[in-house]
């Protein structure tokens, strides 16, 4: 693991929920009811639900582990979708803008900047029409796991042109994979990941991420060209993409990018290797991870 | 692995031939440009296994990642609502849909959970659908993309998979 892929590894965000008033007991005022953690941005929200629930069960009208009613988190009445990586939902949903974050949020070194969000409980439903994999919350790890095996079985086959490498991974493997992100072992997670990313890909796992104008998830086709793969750019990819957004890798020829390309909380240069960008900053479920954030009048 | 436009061109060939005309306990088919909805009743197998199975649902689209058709699905169950006295039509989520979908003598197939965006329209939304893993796909169908491919699709995917 180099220098990069440690500090990405070890990204976090601070993060506050806040139940649902509805929710809680008569009686029960929402400020005793309230967790803050500080979650690896390379992790899914779902795995701290049995700790939200072990900390605030108590305070709840439902029970937990009813099959009924689904948890579900939402940031500013937007639905929280637990199945990606929190890093990219955190990103995208406020939208992100690495060079005012400072400035906006960090005045002082005894401030601390969270995330806010609200858990509820929703039926399978309402789940299905705000665009929420339903879950059992007594099984929101097995969950989470198996929709990670997935995304790791399609990250493989792009990567590969198919999904061999990782279905030739027995039952052992699997589990210890699946360790090492639950107890953030860099160097067991690198030694099962570097096993399915070949060296020479056949194309590059991508999804990008927008909320304005709308909410919308795309997986971008990226074919690498091997015989010339110093061709290919974070702007190139972004130019075919958006092209209304992106018309320069930089703006000194007098037409400006009205967006610029976040990953990992950082702004990523338009003129670096595709490649070098997803070795270094895929997610840990073999998907690199992009959202989009918009220029300001006043950038 | 079939390409977008082959994909598109045997939808085409499907909705001619009229191929889904007899598929066994279905409502309704629609074929457009880019993907098959089917509703149908749900088969013995399945009612025998739950009595409040009510009916399936299906789409069968363009998977751009496998470059192979994907077949996604719904199971939707009737529940009595016990507060209002009424009745409701819900999706019917299982932890183990291996079990409940496949018969025994099928077990190279996986299912799997998922956000999709049906149509490749901005303002339309995602919605949770199951769907059968596609990764050995080509393996499974055989022969050339240009012969049938989508029809020995069909005839795995749902036609064998769900005994329709």
Redesign the interface.
């Known amino acids: 693991m180099n220098v990069i892929q440690n500090l990405l590894w070890q990204g976090s965000v601070n993060v506050q929920i806040i139940i649902d008033s509805e929710l809680l007991l008569p009686g029960v005022p929402w400020q005793e009811t309230i967790v803050n953690l500080r979650l690896p941005r390379n992790s899914y929200l779902i795995l701290c639900i049995p700790l939200i629930l072990k900390q605030t069960g108590k305070f709840l009208k439902l029970q937990f582990d009813s099959n009924t009613y689904i948890p579900w988190f939402e940031f500013e009445n937007v639905p929280v979708y637990w199945n990606y990586p929190i890093g990219i939902l955190f990103d995208t949903l406020t939208g992100l803008d690495p060079a005012q974050r400072d400035a906006k949020y960090f005045k002082s070194e005894d401030m601390i900047y969270y995330w806010k969000l609200q858990l509820g409980f929703c039926s399978i439903t309402d789940c299905n029409q705000n665009g929420i994999i339903p879950f059992q919350s007594h099984e929101s790890n097995q969950a989470i796991k198996k929709y990670w095996i997935h995304q790791w079985k399609q990250a493989c086959f792009i990567l590969n042109g198919n999904s061999k490498k990782i279905m030739s991974f027995s039952n052992n493997d699997i589990e210890l994979f699946w360790q090492s992100i639950l107890e953030r072992d860099p160097v067991k997670f690198m030694d099962l990941s570097n096993k399915i990313i070949p060296k020479r890909p056949h194309r590059l796992p991508i999804v990008i991420y927008q909320i304005l104008p709308t909410i919308c998830i795309s997986n971008p086709v990226v074919i690498i060209d091997n015989t010339n793969r110093n061709f290919q750019t974070v702007f190139d990819l972004m130019k075919r993409e958006f092209p209304n957004y992106f018309l320069n890798v930089n703006n000194d020829s007098g037409t400006y990018n009205i967006a610029k390309v976040i990953s990992n909380g950082i702004e990523i240069p338009l003129e670096m290797k595709l490649l070098e960008f997803y070795l270094n900053f895929k997610s840990m479920d073999g998907f690199l991870y992009i959202s989009l954030s918009f220029f300001t009048q006043s950038n | 692995m079939i390409s977008l436009e082959e994909f598109e061109s045997q939808l085409i060939q499907i909705n001619t031939n009229n191929y889904l005309q007899e598929l066994s306990l279905c409502q309704s088919i629609q074929i457009t440009q880019t993907r098959i909805h089917i509703i149908t009743d749900v088969p013995v197998h399945l009612v025998s296994k739950n009595d409040q199975l009510n009916s399936l649902e299906f789409n069968v689209i363009y998977s751009?990642?496998?470059q192979e058709p994907l077949l996604l699905f719904r199971i939707w169950k009737v529940e009595v609502d016990s507060e209002f006295g009424c009745t409701?039509k819900?999706?019917h989520?299982d932890?183990e849909i291996e079990k409940l979908i496949f018969p025994e003598t099928l077990d190279e197939f996986?299912i799997?959970?998922?956000?999709f965006?049906l149509d490749n329209d901005?303002?339309s939304?995602?919605?949770?659908w199951y769907n059968i893993?596609p990764?050995?796909t080509g393996d499974i169908i055989g022969g050339k993309v240009t012969e049938n491919y989508l029809e020995r699709w069909l005839n795995i995917y749902l036609k064998r998979i769900f005994s329709l």
Do not use: A, E, F
């Open positions: 751009q990642i496998y409701m819900t999706i989520i932890n996986r799997g959970l998922d956000l965006q901005m303002t939304s995602s919605s949770v893993h990764c050995d």
